[in-house]
Structure formats: C-alpha cells, structure tokens
C-alpha cells in the first residue's frame, strides 16, 4: 500500500506555491491528504480528477465538492 499520495511529486497544489491557496491550508492539506495513507490521498478530488481524465485544473482543492464531469464543464468556462 503507497503511504503517501503517487502524486505528490507532480501536483501542483504540492510543488508550486502560487496558487493562492495560504500557508495553513497547504499544510492542512498535506497532513490530511497528501502525506496520509491510501485511505487520506484517495478521497482527495484531486487525486480523483487526476484519475478519472489525468489532469487536475489548479482551481480544484483536496476538498472540491465536483465530479471530474463537473471539472471538466468549470475548466471549459475558465478556458473559454
Ligand atoms: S493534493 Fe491530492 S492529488 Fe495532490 S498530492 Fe495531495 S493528495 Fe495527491
């Protein structure tokens, strides 16, 4: 079993730091999801988005209430 995210390496919300998104919530993020076991990374919806169409717009948080479709239809009206 991966014990942290597969991820970690290659997401942006991990290796950038101009997401906007502040300091307490990244680390958050990190203990909850990214550094945590299977049972943590896996329920993150970027992890899902990733999976499901392998890709995850920067827009999309561990904690998105979206299906990848949803992504998919907020991602197009960014773009576009
Ligand atoms: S944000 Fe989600 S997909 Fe990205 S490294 Fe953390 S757990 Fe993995």
Redesign the pocket.
């Known amino acids: 079993m991966e014990q942290i995210?597969p991820?970690?390496t290659t997401?942006n919300?991990?290796v950038r730091d101009d997401l906007g998104i502040c300091e307490i919530d990244k680390k958050e993020?990190m203990t909850n999801?990214?550094n945590g076991d299977e049972k943590s990374?896996s329920v993150?919806t970027?992890?899902l988005t990733?999976k499901a169409i392998n890709f995850c717009p920067d827009f999309v948080l561990?904690t998105s209430k979206m299906t990848p479709d949803e992504v998919i239809d907020k991602f197009d009206e960014v773009v576009n």
């Open positions: 995210c991820n970690i997401c919300l991990v993020y999801y990214c990374w993150c970027r992890y990733k561990p």
